[in-house]
């Protein structure tokens, strides 16, 4: 395997990785009631959807 | 791909093992995390397909696949809401993993070109495994995996 041509990828996915784990422990921080959870699902989905309609 | 494919997984896994206890809250953590990967899905998605390197048809499959399961999460996350006991809210995690199951399945006929192919192979299957995970938590069944089916063209 090569070493030198694998690191540009991980480069790439690094920050990908934080991100998503970032946002992901966000979500699982305390506090938050069952109806902020799903409002904040629904907001997602929104986007998703509107995304999904101007692409 | 493949290391693209192990970064989400291993994130989504460090992100099932604290997952709060009760079945309500747990339900709507899946819903949200299934959200958080969708869109982020979405968005490596619309960015490979600027970078030309998914073709237009199938740029288009993914972004009405992708709608399809924000009316399902959506649906899932009103179901649960009104789920007052743990039978309730398996029935809204069931009903949901079997569209998603659908949409997947449907993804590995349609496309061909290996960055899409991976890419909503990720999202769509990050998504059912956020779903799959909870129903098992709570105590039910999900199904298997559905195949991915398929290849370059």
């Not at chain 2, 099932?16 to 899946?30: D, F």
């Not at chain 2, 998914?54 to 009405?64: A, K, L, R, Y």
Request: overall charge negative; some cysteine; aromatic content about 6%.
């Amino acid at each position: 395997m090569n070493v030198a041509a694998i690191i540009p990828l991980l480069e790439q996915l690094l920050p990908l990785g934080i991100n998503l784990y970032q946002e992901l422990q966000q979500s699982t921080q305390t506090g938050k009631t069952i109806e902020q959870v799903l409002a904040q699902a629904d907001a997602n989905w929104d986007a998703i959807a509107a995304a999904a309609k101007g692409n | 791909m493949r290391y693209r494919n192990f970064a989400f997984l291993s994130v989504l896994a460090l992100f099932l093992a604290g997952c709060p206890t009760a079945t309500q809250e747990k339900a709507a953590q899946a819903s949200l995390e299934a959200s958080i990967v969708i869109q982020t899905g979405q968005q490596a998605e619309i960015a490979a397909f600027n970078q030309q390197l998914i073709p237009v048809s199938e740029h288009q499959f993914i972004e009405t696949q992708f709608g399809s399961l924000a009316v399902i999460g959506k649906t899932a996350d009103s179901c649960i809401a009104g789920a007052n006991a743990q039978a309730a809210t398996l029935v809204c995690l069931n009903t949901a993993l079997n569209g998603v199951d659908s949409i997947y399945s449907n993804g590995g006929l349609y496309l061909k070109s290996q960055q899409a192919r991976s890419i909503y192979q990720v999202a769509v299957g990050g998504f059912r495994s956020a779903l799959a995970s909870i129903i098992v938590a709570l105590g039910g069944t999900a199904p298997a995996t559905p195949t991915f089916a398929g290849g370059a063209a």
